[in-house]
Nanobody
Framework: QVQLVESGGGSVQAGGSLRLSCVAS??????MAWFRQAPGKEREGVGA????????YCADSVKGRFTISQDNAKNTLYLQMNNLKPEDTAMYYC??????????????????WGQGTQVTVSS
C-alpha cells in the first residue's frame, strides 16, 4: 500500500503560478503521476515520473508551462505550474504504482491515489 497526500492547490489569476506537492508513504513506489479532472470531464493525465527520473508529459496543453520534479529523500513529487490558464481549473490528483509502467498516462493503471487538491484559475 502507498499512501499519497497532495497539497498546494488554491485560487490564482490567469498567468499565475502554483506548486503542488504529493508526499508518499508506505510501500516503495516506482512510478508517480499527476492527473486532473475538471467538472463534467474525464480524468486527464498531466505527467508522470519514475524513480530513475524519467519524465513524460501527457497533455500537450501543459508542455512548456508545467514541470514535474521529485525529491526522493522526501518521498515527494512536485508539479510546478506556471502561466496558469482558466482551462487548467480542475481537481489535481497524485497517483502511484509500485512497478515501472509503460502506459504512464493511463489513469486506469494506477492503483494508489491521493485525495486531490483543487486548482482554480480565474480570468
Amino acid at each position: 500500500q502507498v499512501q499519497l497526500v497532495e497539497s498546494g492547490g488554491g485560487s490564482v489569476q490567469a498567468g499565475g503560478s502554483l506548486r503542488l506537492s504529493c508526499v508518499a508513504s508506505g510501500d516503495s513506489y516506482i512510478s508517480m503521476a499527476w492527473f486532473r479532472q475538471a467538472p463534467g470531464k474525464e480524468r486527464e493525465g498531466v505527467g508522470a515520473r519514475n524513480l530513475v527520473g524519467s519524465t513524460t508529459y501527457c497533455a500537450d496543453s501543459v508542455k512548456g508551462r508545467f514541470t514535474i520534479s521529485q525529491d526522493n529523500a522526501k518521498n515527494t513529487l512536485y508539479l510546478q505550474m506556471n502561466n496558469l490558464k482558466p482551462e487548467d481549473t480542475a481537481m489535481y490528483y497524485c497517483a502511484a504504482d509500485t512497478r515501472f509502467k509503460l502506459r504512464r498516462c493511463d489513469s486506469a493503471t494506477y492503483p494508489y491515489w491521493g485525495q486531490g487538491t483543487q486548482v482554480t484559475v480565474s480570468s
